[in-house]
C-alpha cells in the first residue's frame, strides 16, 4: 500500500498561485511508479470532488473548474506528484488531498488546507 504526504498548503489571496506536494513513502517507491495519481479537494460542507489526475505515463485530465489554471505533474524517480495552482479563486479554498489508484484500490494523503481570500 502507498503512503502518501501532501505538503505546501497555506492561505493566499485570490489571482496568487501556491504548488501542492505528494510524497510516497520510500517503501511506496515500487508501487507509486504504476499509481495512478490524482488531486481531490473536499470545501466545508461539500462531498469530495476530482480536480485532476495523472496516469502513470503522464496523461492527465482535470475537472472544468481547474481546467486552465492547475497544473498537475509527477516524478516517478522521486515518487512524487505536484500541484501547480495558479489564478486562485475564494471558491478553491478546501482540503486539498492528493490519491493513489491500483485497480479498485485507492489511498489517500491526509490532507492539505487551502485558504484563498478575497
Known amino acids: 500500500q502507498v503512503q502518501l504526504v501532501e505538503s505546501g498548503g497555506g492561505l493566499v489571496q485570490s489571482g496568487g498561485s501556491l504548488r501542492l506536494s505528494c510524497a510516497a513513502s520510500k517503501t511506496s517507491a515500487s508501487i507509486f511508479t504504476i499509481a495512478s495519481m490524482g488531486w481531490h479537494r473536499q470545501a466545508p460542507g461539500k462531498q469530495r470532488e476530482f480536480i485532476a489526475g495523472i496516469t502513470r505515463n503522464g496523461n492527465t485530465n482535470y475537472a472544468d473548474s481547474v481546467k486552465g489554471r492547475f497544473t498537475i505533474s509527477r516524478d516517478n524517480a522521486k515518487n512524487t506528484m505536484s500541484l501547480q495552482m495558479n489564478t486562485l479563486k475564494p471558491e478553491d479554498t478546501a482540503v486539498y488531498y492528493c490519491?493513489?489508484?491500483?485497480?479498485?484500490?485507492?489511498?489517500w494523503g491526509q490532507g492539505t488546507q487551502v485558504t484563498v481570500s478575497s
Open positions: 490519491a493513489a489508484t491500483i485497480g479498485v484500490s485507492v489511498t
